[in-house]
């Protein structure tokens, strides 16, 4: 333990202890902008840039970043002197003095972290005159826009993509007053090795980084009376969309949300945990047939489009171990235009399928050439992100605390537990074994539903599972760093595994880049988790395959799960791409 | 004084004496010596022993105690450690590394090796500009030839001890001479400062300890080491013990390159080894530690030079540039250049360097260009002083020095330009007329003939008239016209 | 080059190769000997030491001077006078020349080589005090 004084406090902390955290363990507040410290995720921004969070140390000739100094025996700090106090001003006004200040109209309002630290400094006048940098929006990307001139350099994106993600999109270029978190070769965002999966974004203190918007395409949707506009929402939206409005973390708002989508005006409001199932449908059969037939193990889950788009770019030589199957709202689409479609008596033409997800990475899905049906043009048409859903529900005057609780529609709306628990790390995993404990094992007559040896939130998580007197091996990563690792491992040979589940975003789709921002607090994704199992338990079909409209789906239309016409719509391919 | 008793060279002993492309001329001068003796002779905690107590402080500028750097080092637990040489020179005007390893290479090498032995490495790195291909040229050269002698490499003379130099080329960015910016450089990153501590010598170089000093700090360990640190006590002062190189420059008679011992007057440097202010005009002030030190007036120039009486005078050390300026030069022009080179060799990293010393370019132009307020010379100073208090590196923290000394020290002459619209030394165009006096003219036309932008017209033997509409400002009419008829005001 | 292998290697290495060098150490054999020291570092060769140091040479060459030698050296420090040159000769103290231009080259060669006179408008006062 090391003894310190702070603000003539004395206090005794563990030997390592930043300033900062000293600081927090007492009570005393010290504003910081760049520092983010997410142990969990292993995202460590320590980097000391922004200079916000400046104190006092006594026998040092100037002052000290509290974030990323450790304490020193004996060590005396204030963090409240006049000259502490003028300095943390003075540095915020330079990154004002050099800011678009343009907050009325901006995607942050209200919820940007430079915006709230200069209302907390008092900040009313900005001294420094002088020219602001200019740069050109990048667009390119179908997910994510990127704008420098809100870029305070905090480099919490680049330690994400680079060290979290191992992407590597992000660099600092250019020096001095022109100095930029740019791209390789400067290329449009769309023409990198970028995943979409937005966690850039999740953590961009500013309007630096923001997901596309589509909502003005889906208002225009809704508005135009020739087209009739189904609504899918994913399994990790309902259990984050409340905190928009101001209710705890963990509340589940599925009902709610239902409602508000048919205030909206949305001509059918369906789950995309339907899909869900009709996923383990096809993934289970898919695992049980490369098992039967001596194909290529381990199965790689294939929900998560920007974990997709990591191993085309990253891993192009193992592109034939994801299942194919569509991620579960593709396959909604491919369902809604032609079954659905038909059942309604509506001209699939007409149909403009909107998919409400937890991911920005999916915004870019939609748009990839081979997910686009024949008949009908693409499977999904628009994809909205949990913050962007929040925002036309407020825009359209909703007021959705005191909605009532209503049901999804039917034919495409009922769902089973196991598809709730898509929304989380290892959920999908624990759906497929679910099913294939019942279907490789007939005989038993308690098969297992709750698999906990499964769920957790380490990064890499290794567990086998029994049944049927065989024993499966399976993986878990979440976050594209852990991904990277067991990929290399399986190329490498060092690692057998009979299926593997990975999510880009780490905990999962409840911290995927389109959900409501964190705040940087890890536990609100753990909150998140456990509402996601709790909605599980709740359920009175608990596996896929018992999901009776996924079953009559078969019946009436697909035949044979795996069969033809199920691989002719839920089934897709991968292509190389470059490593940029 | 006379030149011979200011000038005393330790560090630059061979500069000049030896073919630095032959390595039998660096052994005839007892090359090598030290690093024998100290393998056979020492052990590695004599070797800094005897480092620390000759007081030896770095020679890049900011005078850290040498012998404390390698025992941290050495006391560092690692399989792995590295010796690490700065040979990025990068401040306008100097050039002491440059010349020390043109013209003694084999002696950095050895005082690397020195340096392996002592803290436990097995690899050195001298970062070394690209710009410098002579330097770089005698350095392979060197390390070659004492490979090929087993002066480097594996079992020196014969010995355990194993040590493997190799050259990093830098790319010209001035923050790539901070060091830990050098050591993200040399890992292949971006040249960017990293936070401190840990320091180097605990997690430097691909995170192992790390010794790092400036070429001219190597140079003068083999002889340190040779002949002991009493030897090299005799020279310097107490607490800045040996000698200091300038690179001196700007208005003396006699610029080059000097070496002489702490504690020398900045007078005896310009006057007697400088021959003084070139056409006998007055000294104003001198500019010593480059970008990031001071201007030095006048009436100061009986400092003796020591790393404390510099940093007194809100300047420092530096690597050692040193430029004399006479009535001619603005001091706030010059605060002004300096500040255009930081601010445009910042990394951008942290928020005071990237937009603070921008915004006090602005605040500086604005005032050279006469559209400075009163206020702008306190906000000068206080935004200034919080640049030094929150920046994240040297470059940064000191990066302000030249904008703060001219104003503590020159004052009057910032509010002249504020509010007189005027600059004393004339040569700020925006606040700089030409004006032909009608009772002076001749109408010889050498004015009218010599003028780039021929705005000056008149009859022969008529007075002149300049056009101040077209003028450039150039001064050239000014100082042809033989007959002082061009007020410059 | 044979590895030095120990600490006398060093030595006697260091005895066996003195003569041969610039330094003109003590022991030098050759008593006629005569050293050109040209300041041929990024400075010197900035002023034109290159063209002063190839008008040495030739001058030598035409004079069939057989005991003098040309090396290049580093910096003397002494900027302003660039281009210069070091004469050494056993025994005596070295006179630097600055200022140089081809003409005073090669009257350098002929005037204190040949006849032991300074050229006295190049003559720099220096000396150097390497302790």
Request: with cysteine; hydrophobic share 35%; glycine share 10%.
């Amino acid at each position: 333990m090391v003894n310190i004084t702070i603000n003539h406090l004395e206090t005794s902390v563990p030997e390592g202890t930043t300033i900062l955290e000293a600081a927090r363990e007492i009570g005393v507040h010290i504003p910081t902008l760049c520092h983010l410290d997410l142990p969990d995720i292993k995202m460590v921004n320590r980097v000391g840039t922004c200079r916000v969070c400046m104190v006092e140390v006594e026998g040092k000739w100037n002052l000290t970043p509290a974030c990323s100094t450790a304490v020193t025996p004996g060590m005396v700090i204030h963090t409240d002197t006049l000259r502490a106090i003028r300095a943390r001003r003075t540095v915020v006004e330079l990154l004002l003095s050099n800011h678009p200040r343009e907050c009325l109209t901006c995607e942050r309002n209200g919820t940007c972290e430079l915006q709230s630290l200069a209302a907390e400094l008092g900040i009313r006048e900005i001294k420094f005159k002088g020219p602001r940098i200019h740069t050109e929006k990048d667009t390119t990307s179908y997910s994510i826009v990127r704008n420098a001139e809100k870029c305070v350099l905090c480099r919490r994106c680049e330690t994400m993509c680079n060290e979290v993600q191992t992407v590597g999109v992000y660099s600092a270029v250019h020096r001095g007053f022109d100095c930029l978190i740019g791209t390789a070769f400067d290329l449009p965002m769309l023409e990198t090795s970028c995943t979409c999966c937005g966690q850039c974004v999740s953590v961009c203190p500013t309007a630096a980084l923001t997901e596309t918007d589509d909502s003005a395409e889906v208002w225009e949707a809704i508005a135009n009376p020739d087209l009739y506009v189904v609504a899918q929402t994913a399994p990790a939206v309902r259990v984050t969309l409340g905190e928009e409005f101001g209710l705890p973390v963990g509340t589940q708002v599925t009902g709610k949300m239902t409602a508000a989508l048919r205030k909206m005006g949305f001509d059918k409001v369906l789950d995309t945990d339907f899909a869900a199932d009709l996923t383990i449908m096809e993934e289970a059969s898919e695992f049980i047939h490369r098992m039967k037939h001596g194909g290529r193990l381990p199965i790689l889950t294939s929900c998560c489009p920007a974990w997709v788009k990591f191993i085309e770019h990253q891993f192009p030589d193992l592109l034939d171990i994801p299942s194919t199957c569509k991620s579960p709202h593709e396959m909604f689409g491919a369902i809604a235009k032609t079954y659905l479609a038909r059942k309604l008596g509506v001209d699939p033409a007409k149909m403009v399928v909107v998919s409400i997800m937890p991911c920005l990475a999916k915004k870019f899905e939609a748009r990839r050439e081979e997910l686009s049906g024949h008949e009908v043009g693409s499977n999904v048409d628009y994809v909205l992100s949990t913050r962007e859903l929040a925002r036309m529900i407020r825009e359209a005057g909703i007021h959705f605390n005191a909605l009532p609780e209503e049901d999804f529609d039917g034919v495409m709306g009922e769902s089973s537990g196991a598809s709730a628990i898509f929304g989380t790390t290892g959920g999908v995993i624990e759906a497929v074994v679910r099913t294939a404990a019942c279907w490789l094992d007939p005989e038993n007559p308690n098969p297992q539903i709750d698999f906990q040896q499964l769920r957790g939130i380490e990064g890499i998580r290794e567990a086998c599972v029994e049944f049927a007197g065989q024993k499966f091996c399976v993986a878990i990563a979440h976050g594209l760093g852990n991904a990277r690792k067991l990929l290399t491992d399986i190329q490498e040979g060092k690692a057998q595994y009979d299926a593997i589940e990975i999510m880009a975003c780490p905990s999962g789709c409840v911290g995927g880049g389109g959900q409501p921002y964190h705040g940087n607090n890890m536990e609100v994704l753990t909150q998140r988790a456990c509402a996601v199992y709790n909605e599980d338990k709740g359920k009175s079909v608990r596996r896929s395959h018992e999901n009776k409209e996924v079953l009559a789906l078969y019946k009436e239309f697909l035949g044979e799960p795996y069969g033809e016409k199920a691989h002719e719509l839920l089934h897709t391919r991968y292509q190389k791409r470059d490593q940029i | 004084m006379s030149e011979k008793a200011a000038q005393v060279r330790i560090a630059l002993r061979n500069c000049g004496v030896i073919d630095p492309e032959n390595i039998s001329d660096y052994i005839a001068t007892d090359g090598y010596e030290a690093l024998a003796k100290a393998l056979f002779s020492m052990t590695p905690d004599e070797v800094i022993e005897t480092v620390k107590k000759s007081g030896l402080r770095g020679r890049g500028g900011a005078g850290f105690p040498t012998g404390i750097k390698w025992e941290t080092a050495r006391k560092s637990q690692s399989d792995v450690k590295y010796v690490l040489c700065n040979a990025d020179e990068g401040d306008p005007g100097a050039f002491m590394d440059r010349s020390l390893l043109e013209g003694d290479p084999h002696c950095i090498l050895e005082a690397m090796a020195l340096c392996g032995y002592a803290i436990g490495a097995q690899e050195g790195i001298i970062y070394v500009r690209a710009e410098y291909p002579l330097a770089v040229k005698h350095l392979q050269l060197a390390i070659r030839q004492a490979e090929a002698l087993g002066l480097l490499g594996d079992n020196i003379l014969g010995g355990d001890f194993s040590f493997h130099l190799s050259l990093y080329f830098g790319a010209g960015a001035f923050v790539c001479g901070e060091e830990t910016s050098l050591m993200n450089s040399v890992q292949g990153g971006r040249g960017e400062p990293r936070i401190k501590p840990p320091f180097p010598a605990v997690s430097g170089l691909w995170n192992a300890p790390t010794n790092i000093n400036n070429v001219e700090t190597y140079a003068n360990i083999p002889q340190i080491i040779r002949n002991g640190w009493e030897w090299f006590r005799q020279f310097g002062t107490e607490k800045s013990p040996g000698t200091k190189v300038f690179a001196l420059a700007g208005r003396v008679n006699n610029v080059g390159l000097v070496e002489v011992p702490m504690g020398t007057p900045l007078r005896t440097i310009i006057e007697d080894i400088g021959g003084g202010i070139q056409g006998g005009r007055r000294c104003k002030a001198v500019q010593t530690g480059g970008p990031s030190g001071g201007c030095i007036p006048a009436e100061h120039l009986d400092t003796p030079i020591d790393y404390e009486s510099l940093a007194g005078l809100g300047s420092m050390m530096g690597s050692g540039g040193m430029i004399v300026m006479d009535e001619g030069d603005c001091m706030v022009g010059i605060a002004k250049f300096y500040l255009t080179f930081t601010a445009e060799e910042s990394c951008g990293k942290c928020t005071p360097c990237r937009i603070g010393n921008r915004r006090l370019l602005e605040m500086l132009t604005r005032i050279t260009e006469g559209e400075g307020r009163m206020k702008d010379l306190d906000e000068l100073d206080i935004l200034g002083n919080i640049i030094k208090d929150t920046a994240l590196c040297g470059l940064g923290m000191s990066s302000p020095n030249p904008a703060i000394s001219t104003l503590r020290f020159f004052r009057d002459e910032y509010e002249a330009h504020v509010r007189d619209k005027r600059c004393p030394a004339g040569t700020c165009k925006k606040l700089v007329g030409y004006k032909i006096l009608e009772d002076k003219c001749m109408g010889c036309t050498v004015c009218a003939r010599n003028c780039p932008v021929s705005c000056i017209s008149g009859a022969r033997k008529k007075v002149h008239v300049i056009d101040q509409k077209r003028c450039v400002k150039c001064g050239v009419c000014h100082s042809k016209c033989p007959f002082d008829a061009i007020a410059r005001g | 080059m044979e590895k030095l292998t120990s600490w006398d290697a060093l030595k006697n290495y260091r005895e066996k190769t003195c003569g041969q060098t610039s330094l003109l150490c003590v022991g030098e054999q050759d008593a006629n000997r005569v050293v050109l020291a040209v300041g041929e570092a990024t400075c010197g060769v900035a002023a034109g030491a290159k063209k002063i140091a190839d008008t040495l040479q030739e001058e030598i060459d035409r004079l069939g001077l057989k005991n003098a030698s040309i090396i290049a050296t580093g910096c003397f420090g002494y900027c302003y006078a660039e281009p210069m040159v070091e004469v050494r000769m056993p025994g005596k103290p070295s006179v630097y020349y600055g200022y140089l231009t081809e003409e005073a080259a090669r009257d350098i060669v002929v005037k204190h080589l040949v006849h032991g006179q300074l050229v006295e408008n190049n003559v720099l006062p220096v000396e150097v005090n390497i302790p």
